[in-house]
């Protein structure tokens, strides 16, 4: 596999606070990272700085390709106001603004495009629908359909199976591993040790001001995530008495 981008010697955090330091790591065509950590440990941040919306404190953030044109992102739901007077269809045109004409929206081929997002994301019937008229997973499967849409090598997920059912985190865990057999990378910012993780190759474990990135099972293990503040010993004795880190769900 070929890297997306790669991170040389990075450090990132704010004037007055290293999140961590001197991270070197390669984001892979056709993997998915898993990214975790405690609360404030710098999960967003990450993504964030991925996205250019911020500098990394040092070190280099290097793309082999160039940087590509988009970026798919998700962004937790507790930053999406559903209020804002739009249908389904119409947040799902929004990941291709490229393909706005100018003066008749969206040309043809986008439209066809939208269509089968919307359709992969299972709301197609509900593609009229207000988004105040919609539960957690249908607005999480319609922002979904809005990351299809553009279409962009590298896809960035922060946190997208909070509050939606697990038929729901199943259809979106497909899209998923769709986007990995088309070879794109996926960066997902999870909160929980859940079965998600066995839908990653590669972890980035971020806490204690260090940033630990591998396989998953070499990053999440018992002494790892207690030593980064993202289990107390308890709940590490407690969750690996019998069963390794992919298979149980702890929310700290």
Same mark, same amino acid.
């Given at each position: &596999?070929?890297?997306?981008?790669?991170?040389?010697?990075?450090?990132?955090?704010?004037?007055?606070?290293?999140?961590?330091?001197?991270?070197?790591?390669?984001?892979?065509?056709?993997?998915?990272?898993?990214?975790?950590?405690?609360?404030?440990?710098?999960?967003?941040?990450?993504?964030?700085?991925?996205?250019?919306? &911020?500098?990394?404190?040092?070190?280099?953030?290097? $793309?082999?390709?160039? +940087?590509?044109?988009?970026?798919?992102?998700?962004?937790?739901?507790?930053?999406?106001?559903?209020?804002?007077?739009?249908?389904?269809?119409?947040?799902?045109?929004?990941?291709?603004?490229?393909?706005?004409?100018?003066?008749?929206?969206? /040309?043809?081929?986008?439209? /066809?495009? &939208?269509?089968?997002?919307?359709?992969?994301?299972?709301?197609?019937? %509900?593609? =009229?629908?207000?988004?105040?008229?919609?539960?957690?997973?249908?607005?999480? +499967?319609?922002?979904?359909?809005?990351? %299809? &849409?553009?279409?962009?090598?590298?896809?960035?997920?922060?946190?997208?199976?909070?509050?939606? =059912?697990?038929?729901?985190?199943?259809?979106?865990?497909?899209?998923?591993? +769709?986007?990995? /057999?088309?070879?794109?990378?996926?960066?997902?910012?999870?909160?929980?040790?859940?079965?998600?993780? /066995? !839908?990653?190759? !590669?972890?980035?474990?971020?806490?204690?001001?260090?940033?630990?990135?591998?396989?998953?099972?070499?990053?999440? *293990?018992?002494?790892?995530?207690?030593?980064?503040?993202?289990?107390?010993?308890?709940?590490?004795? $407690?969750?690996?008495?019998?069963?390794?880190?992919?298979?149980? *769900?702890?929310?700290?």
């Amino acid at each position: &596999m070929s890297a997306v981008l790669e991170l040389r010697n990075l450090s990132l955090g704010y004037r007055d606070l290293t999140l961590f330091s001197r991270l070197s790591m390669d984001i892979q065509a056709g993997s998915t990272l898993a990214v975790l950590g405690a609360n404030g440990s710098g999960k967003s941040t990450f993504v964030k700085m991925l996205l250019g919306l &911020m500098d990394p404190l040092s070190g280099s953030l290097n $793309w082999p390709k160039g +940087r590509p044109a988009e970026i798919g992102y998700l962004a937790q739901m507790t930053e999406f106001d559903r209020r804002f007077p739009i249908r389904v269809r119409d947040l799902a045109a929004m990941g291709a603004w490229r393909g706005f004409g100018h003066r008749f929206g969206l /040309d043809n081929a986008a439209r /066809d495009r &939208m269509v089968s997002a919307l359709d992969d994301a299972g709301v197609l019937d %509900i593609a =009229d629908r207000p988004l105040h008229m919609l539960s957690g997973g249908q607005l999480q +499967r319609a922002l979904f359909a809005r990351v %299809i &849409m553009q279409d962009a090598p590298l896809i960035l997920l922060d946190e997208p199976f909070a509050a939606v =059912d697990q038929s729901t985190e199943a259809h979106l865990l497909s899209i998923i591993r +769709r986007w990995q /057999d088309e070879g794109r990378a996926v960066v997902l910012v999870v909160h929980d040790l859940s079965s998600v993780l /066995d !839908h990653c190759s !590669h972890a980035l474990l971020l806490g204690g001001r260090e940033a630990t990135h591998g396989p998953v099972n070499d990053v999440l *293990t018992p002494d790892r995530l207690v030593a980064q503040g993202y289990l107390s010993e308890s709940q590490a004795a $407690w969750m690996f008495r019998s069963t390794p880190p992919t298979a149980e *769900t702890a929310h700290v």
